[in-house]
């Protein structure tokens, strides 16, 4: 399983926590350091079964900076999954990836029943 986070982020902190508590093997990846790349993230969000606006962290900073709101809307799938992957602080953390499924953000009764 891949982990997804950033290591200041309390929510991801809250996750990993979780995780651990629950004695779930994963393998960690800052989001920033290591931002998630175009095919990854195209493959995540196919096998996610989520809309794409999921995957981005929309209470972010740089989301705001940027105006996602309005802009989203006009933007094709490619070119979000493009603009997901310049830059990791655009991607909603934390990210579970596993060979059957791909949780994003943490809902503790979500990852409860699917993990």
């Known amino acids: 399983m891949l982990f997804l986070e950033y290591p200041k982020c309390s929510t991801c902190k809250k996750a990993k926590k979780w995780l651990d508590d629950h004695d779930k093997e994963y393998t960690d990846r800052h989001i920033v ?3 998630p790349t175009y095919d990854e993230l195209k493959e995540w969000y196919q096998r996610s079964g989520l809309v794409l606006k999921k995957f981005f962290n929309t209470s972010g900073n740089l989301y705001k900076e940027l105006k996602l ?10 070119e ?3 603009l997901l992957a310049t830059n990791g602080m655009l ?3 934390p990210l579970i990836v596993t060979e059957k499924q791909v949780l994003v953000g943490f809902k503790e009764t979500e990852w409860e029943e699917k993990l």
């Open 80 to 82: 979000q999954l493009k």
């Open 33 to 35: 350091d290591n931002n």
């Open 91 to 93: 991607v909603k953390r």
């Open 69 to 78: 709101k309005d802009k989203l809307p006009e933007m094709s799938d490619e």
